[in-house]
């Protein structure tokens, strides 16, 4: 397939995932603001169980309730996804279908377990960030002897960048990501036997990735992506470094 097809494809996929970003953003950004209310709810108790109690703050048993919180938000976050994720995913593959000139996947395409694995492991990669970032600043504040109000107010920063960035780079990078991973599972349904990997070969392409361009493999095999394997581009198994912001594509190699 000639470079400029190629150019082509890619700007029509990366439409449709531009298309779907106001609606993850408004999701994502609802479902931080729901962590902010909760965990600063749990910081607040803390403090009133303190004074109520005439006690010093167990910081052990708020970090506690603070994980178990975040784990239903995980579960929320797949849920209140779903919709938008089933929406994008099928406008995806229609538009590979039409490209490729093959019948465009059915309902229960959809409703397997593929699905729910992806959204599944894109909200514990989300949840498991925020932990990071809150437990961080939990301690710190521990570590320093500050008041549980100092911890809220630091808390409350964190969650304020979020709010002004973070749901819009979920949004921009999930949505290209899980348009690789339903075509991924879409090739395998129309017999694809080999794939190949696709950058936009210009000077925004990280240099790991350039490596990569134009290596095949057979549908089934794995990606050597700078040492970390992987099935696509952005795959869950690779590391932010070779997955935040990449452009890059998987295509059925060898295309007339």
């Known amino acids: ?31 931080f603001e729901q962590e902010r209310r909760g965990v600063l709810a749990i910081v607040t108790a803390t403090k009133r169980r303190s004074v109520s109690e005439s006690s010093t703050p167990d910081w052990l048993s708020m970090r506690g309730e603070i994980d178990r919180y ?25 538009a590979w279908a039409s490209e490729l000139d093959e019948d465009a996947p059915e309902a229960d395409f959809y409703a397997a377990a593929w699905l729910d694995t992806w959204l599944e492991d894109m909200a514990q990669r989300t949840t498991q960030s925020s932990r990071d970032q809150i437990l961080a600043a939990l301690l710190e504040a ?7 109000d100092e911890l809220a107010n630091r808390l409350g920063r964190v969650f304020d960048d979020w709010r002004d960035s973070r749901a819009k780079l979920l949004a921009e990078n999930e949505t290209v990501a899980l348009g690789n991973a339903a075509a991924m599972g879409a090739f395998k349904m129309w017999k694809v036997t080999v794939k190949v990997w696709v950058t936009m070969r210009d000077n925004r392409v990280r240099e790991a990735h350039k490596r990569m361009e134009g290596q095949t493999r057979s549908i089934h095999e794995d990606f050597d992506c700078d ?17 935040v912001n990449c452009r890059c594509q998987v295509r059925p190699a060898g295309e007339e």
């Open 227 to 243: 040492g970390w394997p992987c099935q696509y581009p952005k795959d869950a198994r690779l590391p932010a470094r070779l997955s």
């Open 1 to 31: 397939m000639k470079a400029d097809d190629i150019d082509k494809s890619w700007n029509a996929h990366d439409a449709i995932a531009r298309s779907a970003e106001a609606e993850w953003i408004r999701i994502a950004a609802a479902e």
């Open 70 to 94: 975040l784990l239903a938000v995980q579960e929320r976050l797949s849920y209140e996804l779903e919709d938008a994720a089933f929406v994008l995913a099928q406008a995806q593959l229609e």
């Open 142 to 148: 521990q570590n320093e002897g500050a008041s549980l």
